[in-house]
């Protein structure tokens, strides 16, 4: 019989589906963050499930003798090596589905947040002040959407803000210009999102190509009173850059679920006016969290039991 541990914070849904394909599973949620007790027993199992506390590193995979999968419950794998996991032989694979509705979502929500200054608001009338004047926003119909990655996200991110009668425009090199038009989106160049934009929101990956899309020099070619918002991954966009042209009012608002070094416990983001921060929450419902755990102990008792 295989067995898998789970060693981040995953719905039940997941320990119950491997038990019922009979998979022998061990749900040890903190287990991720004790990096040497995982590596001291990592070597028992044949499969690990995680979310992205786990870090599977290089070390952590040279003591995992009989692992053959790991399954992280969520898109991003960046908390895996995945070099190393090849070289060993130890399949990867996540859940590119489960949450995509759920982090377009937020990334809609952090959108309307910084359009109305609506955290702020909340703490000034929280604290008993009555600043009704303070908080001018702006609409979001009639404006353009510029979206960075049009892929499973940024579809669903176009589609909304269609729905909210926004123009959008797309800069993504994989976007067919039929897709495009069936979204009913704009195929651009960056050049060309960057200098219309009102709003401009990533849904790419971290990658070589990707890194710093939002660089000083770029920051520099958006609308002036552009709003950014970042629910995809830190190090798209340079903090310190944006940062700068928040203070000095080029770029009138941002709202960041994700951050360059997370934790994020310090960011030259924080503390800015009008720059709304969550711990990247983007895939955080209960929806979602339901999906992927589902989807990973599926295709994790796919794998160990069938090869498929
Ligand atoms: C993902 O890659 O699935 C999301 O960023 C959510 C997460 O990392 O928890």
């Excluded at 909210?164 to 800069?171: D, E």
């Excluded at 994700?258 to 503390?271: G, W």
Aim: glycine share 8%.
């Amino acid at each position: 019989m295989p067995k898998v541990l789970v060693s981040d914070k995953l719905s039940e849904t997941a320990v119950q589906i491997f038990r019922d394909r009979g998979i022998d599973v061990d749900f040890e949620p903190n287990l991720g963050k004790d990096k040497d007790r995982l590596a001291e027993v990592i070597g028992q199992y044949d499969g690990l499930a995680i979310r992205s506390a786990t870090k599977v590193t290089e070390k952590i995979l040279a003591s995992a003798d009989n692992l053959k999968v790991v399954g992280r419950a969520g898109i991003g794998t960046d908390n895996v090596d995945k070099a190393a996991a090849s070289k060993k032989g130890v399949i990867v694979m996540n859940t590119p589905f489960g949450n995509m509705i759920t982090t377009a979502e937020h990334a809609i929500a952090m959108m309307f947040a910084v359009a109305r200054q609506i955290p702020e608001a909340s703490a000034s009338t929280h604290a008993g002040k009555w600043e009704k004047s303070k908080f001018m926003g702006v609409e979001l119909t009639g404006k353009t959407l510029g979206v960075i990655g049009a892929g499973n996200i940024g579809g669903i991110v176009c589609d909304r803000a269609r729905g909210l009668k926004m123009k959008v425009v797309a800069y993504d090199p994989f976007l067919s210009e039929e897709r495009a038009d069936k979204m009913g989106v704009e195929k651009v160049e960056l050049d060309a999102l960057l200098a219309r934009a009102d709003f401009i929101t990533l849904h790419v990956p971290f990658t070589d190509a990707t890194a710093n899309i939002l660089s000083a020099e770029n920051i520099a070619k958006t609308k002036k009173g552009v709003r950014i918002i970042n629910c995809a991954r830190g190090g798209l966009v340079d903090e310190d850059a944006l940062a700068e042209a928040l203070k000095s009012g080029h770029v009138a608002g941002a709202a960041f679920d994700v951050f360059k070094v997370e934790p994020a416990t310090d960011s030259p983001l924080f503390n800015l006016p009008n720059v709304v921060c969550t711990p990247h929450l983007g895939a955080a419902t209960t929806e979602a969290q339901e999906n992927v755990a589902l989807q990973v102990a599926e295709q994790m008792s796919n794998y160990l039991l069938t090869g498929a």
